[in-house]
C-alpha cells in the first residue's frame, strides 16, 4: 500500500494536474456556463469536424466544467498527490529536521558554505552566544550542534493541508451547494421554487418565508441608494423563528442558508374609483432593457373603440407616465392624484406592488474555504522563516565551526561573521 502511494508522491506528476487543472478552470470562464440547452445551439453553432460545436460542449460536459466527473476525478487525484508528498515526504523531513547529530572529522565541514577555524576557542561562550540568537543547542564531548528556526520547515506541510481543504471545500459546494432566486410582493409568503443551480446531493431547503415589507432608498438626487427587504424566517405553523432587514451585502443566514438581497421590481399597480369602494389591479410587465428598469401598463378606457391609457414606470417613487393609444405622451401622474377619464368616474392610482428579488444560496464547503486560504496565507508567513543549523568540532588540530541554511542566505553570512568575531 506504502508503495502503491509512492506512486503519486510526485512532482512530475502534481504539476501535470495542477496545469490540468488550471487549464480547465480558464477555460470554464471562458466558456458560458449553466446556461440553458438553446443557448449553446445558438451562440456555438460553428462547425468541427462536420458537427456543430455546442455537440462536443455536451458531450464532455464543457458547458458544467465544475461540476463535471472528470472535473472531480482531477481534483481527487491531485489531492492524493498532496497527501502522498505530506506522508511520505514532508512528515518524514520534517522528523528528520528534529533530530542532532555531531560531526565527528573536519572532512565533514567541506560540504558547508559557510566555515572558519579557530587554533582554539571556549565551547561555553559559543554556545552563549548562539543561545542569544536564539538556537537550540545539542552537545557532546567533542563539540556541539545547533538549530533555529525549525517551525519554517513546517510551512510545505501546511501548503499542502490548505490546498486540500479547498479543494475539499470546493467539491462539496459543487455537490451539496444550491442557488435558487425569487421575486416576492411583499406581504407574500413563499418555499423555494426557482432553482439556478444545485448540486447532484444537495438538500433544498423548504423553510416558509414571509417579506414583511420593501422599500427604496433614494439620494438627494434621486438616484436608488439602497433597496431593503424586512423578512421573516416561519415555522411549519406559521410561527415567526427570525426576523431581519436584509439588504445588498447585509444578508440573513438561517442554518447554513444564505438569503441575499439582489434585485427589486414591480408586479402591478392598485387603482380606486373615486365614490366608490371599488378597487382595481393592473398587473405591469417588464420592459427589456439595458439602460434603465422600466415597466408598462394598459387601462382600457373603450373597449370597442380600442382605446385606452398605457402607464409607463421606470421608478418606484409613485410617479406614472401616461400614453394614449397611439403613443402619444399625455401627462405624468402622481400616486394619489385623481385622473379624469370620458364618460367614466375618476380614478385613483393608490398604491405599486412592489417585488423584492430574494437569491438563496447554500454552499457547505465555503468555511473549509475559507479557512484553506486563512492556512495558506500563514503558510506563506512561515516559509520565510529561515532553517539554519551550526555544528562546532574541537579537534586535536584546530576547532571548526560551520553551518548550512535554507534561506536568508547573507543574513546568515553575516551570522557566521559575526560569531567568528565575537570568539
Same mark, same amino acid.
Given at each position: =500500500?506504502?508503495?502503491?502511494?509512492?506512486?503519486?508522491?510526485?512532482?512530475?506528476?502534481?504539476?501535470?494536474?495542477?496545469?490540468?487543472?488550471?487549464?480547465?478552470?480558464?477555460?470554464?470562464?471562458?466558456?458560458?456556463?449553466?446556461?440553458?440547452?438553446?443557448?449553446?445551439?445558438?451562440?456555438?453553432?460553428?462547425?468541427?469536424?462536420?458537427?456543430?460545436?455546442?455537440?462536443?460542449?455536451?458531450?464532455?460536459?464543457?458547458?458544467?466544467?465544475?461540476?463535471?466527473?472528470?472535473?472531480?476525478?482531477?481534483?481527487?487525484?491531485?489531492?492524493?498527490?498532496?497527501?502522498?508528498?505530506?506522508?511520505?515526504?514532508?512528515?518524514?523531513?520534517?522528523?528528520?529536521? #528534529? #533530530?542532532?547529530?555531531?560531526?565527528?572529522?573536519?572532512?565533514?565541514?567541506?560540504?558547508?558554505?559557510?566555515?572558519?577555524?579557530?587554533?582554539?576557542?571556549?565551547?561555553?561562550?559559543?554556545?552563549? #552566544?548562539?543561545? &542569544?540568537?536564539?538556537?537550540?543547542?545539542?552537545?557532546?564531548?567533542?563539540?556541539?550542534?545547533?538549530?533555529?528556526?525549525?517551525?519554517?520547515?513546517?510551512?510545505?506541510?501546511?501548503? !499542502?493541508?490548505?490546498?486540500?481543504?479547498?479543494?475539499?471545500?470546493? =467539491?462539496?459546494?459543487?455537490?451539496?451547494?444550491?442557488?435558487?432566486?425569487?421575486?416576492?410582493?411583499?406581504? /407574500?409568503?413563499? !418555499?423555494?421554487? &426557482?432553482?439556478?443551480?444545485?448540486?447532484?446531493?444537495?438538500?433544498?431547503?423548504?423553510?416558509?418565508?414571509?417579506?414583511?415589507?420593501?422599500?427604496?432608498?433614494?439620494?438627494?438626487?434621486?438616484?436608488?441608494?439602497?433597496?431593503?427587504?424586512?423578512?421573516?424566517?416561519?415555522?411549519?405553523?406559521?410561527? $415567526?423563528?427570525?426576523?431581519?432587514?436584509?439588504?445588498?451585502?447585509?444578508?440573513?443566514?438561517?442554518?447554513?442558508?444564505?438569503?441575499?438581497?439582489?434585485?427589486?421590481?414591480?408586479?402591478?399597480?392598485?387603482?380606486?374609483?373615486?365614490?366608490?369602494?371599488? &378597487?382595481?389591479?393592473?398587473?405591469?410587465?417588464?420592459?427589456?432593457?439595458?439602460?434603465?428598469?422600466?415597466? %408598462?401598463?394598459?387601462?382600457?378606457?373603450?373597449?370597442?373603440?380600442?382605446?385606452?391609457?398605457?402607464?409607463?414606470? &421606470?421608478?418606484?417613487?409613485?410617479?406614472? $407616465?401616461?400614453?394614449? /393609444?397611439?403613443?402619444?405622451?399625455?401627462?405624468?401622474?402622481?400616486?394619489?392624484?385623481?385622473?379624469?377619464? $370620458?364618460?367614466?368616474?375618476?380614478?385613483?392610482?393608490?398604491?405599486?406592488?412592489?417585488?423584492?428579488?430574494?437569491?438563496?444560496?447554500?454552499?457547505?464547503?465555503?468555511?473549509?474555504?475559507?479557512?484553506?486560504?486563512?492556512?495558506?496565507?500563514?503558510?506563506?508567513?512561515?516559509?520565510?522563516?529561515?532553517?539554519? $543549523?551550526?555544528?562546532?568540532?574541537?579537534?586535536? %588540530?584546530?576547532?571548526?565551526?560551520?553551518?548550512?541554511?535554507?534561506?536568508?542566505?547573507?543574513?546568515?553570512?553575516?551570522?557566521?561573521?559575526?560569531?567568528?568575531?565575537?570568539?
Amino acid at each position: =500500500m506504502k508503495n502503491f502511494f509512492r506512486q503519486f508522491a510526485n512532482l512530475q506528476l502534481a504539476i501535470f494536474l495542477l496545469l490540468l487543472i488550471a487549464f480547465f478552470s480558464a477555460l470554464g470562464s471562458i466558456i458560458d456556463q449553466d446556461k440553458p440547452f438553446d443557448f449553446y445551439i445558438k451562440n456555438y453553432p460553428t462547425l468541427f469536424f462536420n458537427r456543430p460545436l455546442w455537440t462536443y460542449l455536451k458531450l464532455f460536459s464543457l458547458d458544467q466544467i465544475y461540476s463535471a466527473w472528470w472535473f472531480f476525478l482531477l481534483l481527487i487525484i491531485f489531492g492524493l498527490c498532496l497527501l502522498s508528498c505530506t506522508f511520505l515526504q514532508q512528515f518524514p523531513a520534517l522528523k528528520f529536521a #528534529r #533530530r542532532y547529530y555531531f560531526y565527528s572529522y573536519p572532512s565533514q565541514f567541506k560540504k558547508l558554505k559557510f566555515t572558519f577555524v579557530k587554533p582554539t576557542l571556549i565551547k561555553s561562550q559559543a554556545c552563549f #552566544r548562539l543561545r &542569544n540568537e536564539n538556537y537550540s543547542i545539542f552537545q557532546n564531548q567533542k563539540g556541539f550542534y545547533s538549530y533555529k528556526g525549525l517551525i519554517g520547515r513546517i510551512g510545505p506541510v501546511i501548503v !499542502h493541508l490548505s490546498i486540500i481543504c479547498i479543494l475539499v471545500g470546493s =467539491m462539496l459546494g459543487a455537490l451539496r451547494g444550491f442557488t435558487a432566486q425569487e421575486f416576492v410582493p411583499k406581504s /407574500e409568503i413563499f !418555499h423555494i421554487q &426557482n432553482i439556478v443551480k444545485s448540486g447532484q446531493l444537495s438538500n433544498l431547503s423548504q423553510q416558509p418565508l414571509r417579506i414583511n415589507d420593501f422599500w427604496i432608498d433614494y439620494t438627494k438626487s434621486g438616484f436608488i441608494q439602497q433597496f431593503q427587504s424586512d423578512i421573516s424566517i416561519l415555522s411549519g405553523k406559521g410561527q $415567526e423563528i427570525q426576523r431581519k432587514t436584509i439588504s445588498v451585502n447585509d444578508p440573513l443566514v438561517y442554518k447554513g442558508v444564505t438569503y441575499y438581497q439582489t434585485d427589486w421590481g414591480i408586479t402591478g399597480l392598485r387603482l380606486k374609483v373615486v365614490g366608490q369602494d371599488k &378597487n382595481l389591479q393592473l398587473p405591469v410587465s417588464k420592459i427589456p432593457t439595458s439602460s434603465q428598469k422600466l415597466w %408598462i401598463s394598459w387601462f382600457p378606457i373603450n373597449l370597442s373603440e380600442k382605446k385606452g391609457l398605457i402607464l409607463l414606470l &421606470n421608478t418606484a417613487r409613485g410617479k406614472v $407616465e401616461l400614453y394614449n /393609444e397611439n403613443a402619444e405622451f399625455l401627462k405624468t401622474l402622481q400616486l394619489g392624484q385623481p385622473l379624469i377619464l $370620458e364618460n367614466r368616474s375618476p380614478i385613483t392610482i393608490f398604491e405599486f406592488i412592489v417585488s423584492t428579488g430574494i437569491q438563496i444560496k447554500t454552499d457547505p464547503g465555503l468555511k473549509l474555504i475559507y479557512s484553506g486560504f486563512l492556512f495558506l496565507i500563514l503558510s506563506s508567513f512561515v516559509s520565510y522563516i529561515s532553517f539554519s $543549523e551550526i555544528w562546532l568540532l574541537d579537534s586535536p %588540530i584546530s576547532v571548526f565551526v560551520g553551518g548550512q541554511t535554507n534561506r536568508a542566505k547573507i543574513k546568515f553570512k553575516i551570522e557566521i561573521a559575526r560569531l567568528q568575531k565575537f570568539l
